[in-house]
């Protein structure tokens, strides 16, 4: 049983690996991070390696006539020169570029997409308005509130104001510490508001 396991491993692993060298032509090498990189950046001007590390025969020579007078060498074999060590020169690293562009449209287009699904919620999913919200009934409902001397804050169980018992300011009803329920000279409340 042991032996079997072992082969079934053996087995998968060669088929795997033969899958993927099959796959690719040739096993791929990764590239090592830990050596210096060529890279275009304004706050790091001089990079640690040169953009063209592999030189052709022509750029070989250049390099020879480098080492001469400069005087000798002509604009364009400066330029050429430059971009052996450098891809790009800091006038074209500042240039702007069109990429607002495309974050502005897909920016506007999220936002355009998430009208669309607000339109459609509003009319296939949400139903009419409550007549609650008519100003007739909000009429209605101020005048009944005043009509049973209730303030709009009073209306809810927990806001309620403080108890007046002789000119004196008692504990309010919805005070932490205040009992489940007391009777005073005349008044019942409890801890929610009057009875």
């Not at 390099?63 to 891809?87: G, H, P, T």
């Not at 074209?92 to 607002?100: V, Y």
């Not at 919620?121 to 909000?138: L, N, R």
């Amino acid at each position: 049983m042991l032996a079997t396991r072992v082969f079934n491993l053996i087995g998968r692993r060669a088929i795997s690996t033969s899958v993927c060298v099959r796959a690719h032509g040739s096993v791929v090498k990764s590239e090592d991070y830990a050596l210096p990189v060529y890279v275009d950046r304004r706050d790091y001007p001089l990079p640690d390696v040169a953009h063209v590390k592999n030189l052709s025969a022509s750029q070989k020579a250049l390099k020879e006539k480098e080492k001469a007078s400069w005087s000798s060498l002509s604009v364009d074999e400066k330029v050429e020169l430059y971009r052996l060590k450098f891809n790009e020169s800091f006038a074209e690293m500042n240039r702007s570029t069109n990429e607002w562009k495309t974050i502005v449209g897909t920016a506007l287009f999220f936002i355009g997409f998430t009208a669309l699904i607000l339109i459609w919620e509003k009319h296939y999913v949400y139903g009419p308005i409550p007549h609650t919200f008519e100003e007739e009934w909000v009429a209605k409902q101020t005048k009944r509130m005043l009509d049973m001397k209730r303030s709009a804050l009073a209306a809810h169980r927990h806001v309620t104001r403080p108890v007046l018992i002789n000119e004196q300011v008692t504990r309010s009803p919805c005070d932490p510490f205040f009992g489940a329920a007391r009777v005073l000279p005349g008044i019942w409340y409890t801890r929610f508001g009057w009875e």
